[in-house]
């Protein structure tokens, strides 16, 4: 198999629920601490990473609610499902983003898992929580563009 360039990008999922919910203020990129047959198992794509988001403790960033089920050939050296990782970041992104996690209403979550080159890479953003109102303009907004790409598309043909 041919090697992948080292700026190649590769989408394994991504969090389609986070920009429902969130306003997505500030994006990073943060390597992820991995067994082997997790790498294995995101190949596949079969992780879920909708309830996922990221918390900082004693310096270090780790990611809690992400599930890569198990790979099926890997017996007995399987992982566990929903274990929790560690990020790999810089010091000063992680002080960085520590100080704005702990002011009011905001989160970090992730958004995408892709593979950069030969490496996993995940996709951080620093969000605040939708209200109701802001849900339902958003839908809004999503129902106006698609009729007008309707009507475009109609009158092309």
Same mark, same amino acid.
């Given at each position: 198999? @041919? ?14 629920? @986070? ?25 596949? @794509?079969?992780?879920?990473? =909708? ?11 780790? !990611? ?7 790979? =099926? ?8 499902? @929903? ?13 960085? !983003? ?27 953003? !620093? ?13 809004? !907004? ?16």
């Amino acid at each position: 198999m @041919a090697k992948q360039p080292a700026d190649h990008v590769q989408v394994i999922a991504t969090n389609r629920k @986070a920009s429902h919910d969130f306003h997505i203020h500030e994006r990073m990129e943060a390597g992820i601490v991995l067994v082997g047959s997790e790498v294995k198992s995101l190949r596949e @794509a079969k992780v879920t990473m =909708a309830d996922g988001w990221v918390e900082i403790r004693k310096g270090q960033a780790y !990611l809690y609610g992400i599930q890569i089920n198990e790979y =099926a050939q890997a017996n007995r050296w399987q992982h566990e499902v @929903a274990r929790v990782r560690k990020l790999l970041m810089h010091r000063h992104e992680i002080d960085k !983003l520590g100080t704005k996690t702990t002011q009011k209403g905001f989160t970090l979550i992730p958004l995408q898992l892709y593979f950069k080159g030969a490496r996993v890479k995940v996709e951080l953003g !620093l969000a605040t929580n939708k209200k109701h109102h802001d849900k339902r303009e958003a839908k809004r !907004l999503a129902d106006d563009k698609r009729e007008i790409d309707r009507a475009i598309k109609q009158r092309r043909q």
